[in-house]
């Protein structure tokens, strides 16, 4: 009950397209699903995040849309670009505060 | 965003010695740290939880006399591998927010145990 599922594993879109990166969770308790961005070899930065009570988030190319009937979320990167080539971590918060993390989905944007 | 620092950013050891890692949130007082172990292409897995003043709370299967943390003040987390081993060797990210913000990731500590 205390997992998230992230899919897919890795992704490759065109410079252009959009990146789509989806994430279930089973706890309801959960309240803060942050999404975090991690290039080789450095920390996580956080990139953008949601509460339950919204369904939808937008920062410039990033929007996170949240269905809490149905208990997933998904980030999606507008006008991917080669820069956004990373792994991207969706995360859900505990009532402890803790960080319960996805697997990690590798996106590759090819030029 | 806060800003979280980590020091050194990489660090070679003899199998034997021990290593500290310093942790500091350079804008912001952190309530609340946490220490990460991250394996190539591996998610995050959490190490242990350490609350200003207070004793960490370690995760299952981390050793708290191996892995030792000192969370001394509102800014400042350390982490102390100690007798690190080869199989120690690993990414080391540590994280911290204040009572009411989201986790700040560390550029993360490459320790390699020879």
């Known amino acids: 009950q205390q997992q998230v599922k992230q899919s897919p594993q890795s992704l490759i879109v065109q410079k252009g397209g959009i990146s789509i990166i989806n994430c279930a969770y089973e706890n309801t308790a959960f309240d803060y699903f942050p999404w975090y961005q991690q290039f080789p070899g450095k920390g996580p930065a956080l990139l953008i995040a949601?509460?339950?009570d919204v369904s939808e988030k937008k920062e410039g190319r990033f929007t996170i849309s949240f269905n809490k009937s149905a208990k997933q979320f998904s980030l999606h990167i507008m006008d991917s670009q080669p820069g956004d080539s990373a792994t991207y971590f969706c995360?859900?918060?505990?009532?402890?505060?803790?960080?319960?993390w996805g697997a990690g989905t590798k996106l590759i944007i090819k030029p | 965003g806060a800003v979280v620092s980590q020091h050194p950013s990489r660090v070679i050891c003899k199998s034997g010695t021990s290593v500290k890692i310093e942790c500091r949130s350079l804008?912001?007082?952190?309530?609340?740290m946490f220490w990460y172990r991250q394996f190539p292409k591996q998610s995050l897995m959490l190490m242990a939880t350490s609350n200003e003043g207070s004793k960490a709370t370690y995760e299952q299967g981390v050793e708290k006399d191996k892995f030792l943390i000192n969370h001394a003040s509102l800014t400042l987390s350390t982490l102390t591998v100690t007798s690190a081993h080869p199989e120690d060797s690993s990414f080391y990210i540590c994280s911290a927010r204040d009572q009411q913000g989201p986790q700040f990731f560390g550029p993360g500590t490459r320790l390699t145990v020879l």
């Open positions: 995360a859900a918060r505990a009532s402890n505060y803790q960080l319960i």
């Open positions: 804008d912001f007082q952190a309530t609340t």
């Open positions: 949601i509460r339950p």
